[in-house]
């Protein structure tokens, strides 16, 4: 089994910054994919950015130049540095792994979320 745990949300003003990481644990042999998605009450949950082995990372066009993902594949952790963050920001952020076990099993998981608001 796989655990993927979030931290770093929490209330900032427009034009602040948060940072938020997830840590992937458990039976990991490799993860292909790794990055963050959103959900704000009433919509549907959307892909933020993502890390993907070997190919690169991809952003969602609204926080492009303003969101920055990393990741740490030795330590299977991934970053999101969100800055100039708007109200729209505002949702319950998820980290979303693709992982392969050690038992040669392939799955995807997701962590339990972590909200951010931004409000003056």
């Known amino acids: 089994q796989v655990q993927l745990v979030e931290s770093g949300g929490g209330l900032v003003q427009p034009g602040g910054s948060l940072r938020l990481s997830c840590a992937a644990s458990g039976s990991i042999f490799s993860i292909s994919a790794m990055g963050w998605y959103r959900q704000a009450p009433g919509q549907q949950r959307e892909l933020v950015a993502t890390?993907?082995?070997?190919?690169?990372?991809k952003y969602t066009d609204s926080v492009k130049g303003r969101f920055t993902i990393s990741r740490d594949k030795a330590k299977n952790t991934v970053s999101l540095q969100m800055n100039d963050l708007k109200p729209e920001d505002t949702a319950a952020y998820y980290c979303?792994?693709?992982?392969?076990?050690?038992?040669?099993?392939?799955?995807?998981?997701w962590g339990q979320g972590t909200q951010v608001t931004v409000s003056s």
């Open positions: 979303n792994a693709d992982v392969q076990s050690a038992w040669n099993v392939f799955d995807n998981y």
């Open positions: 890390v993907i082995s070997d190919v690169g990372t």
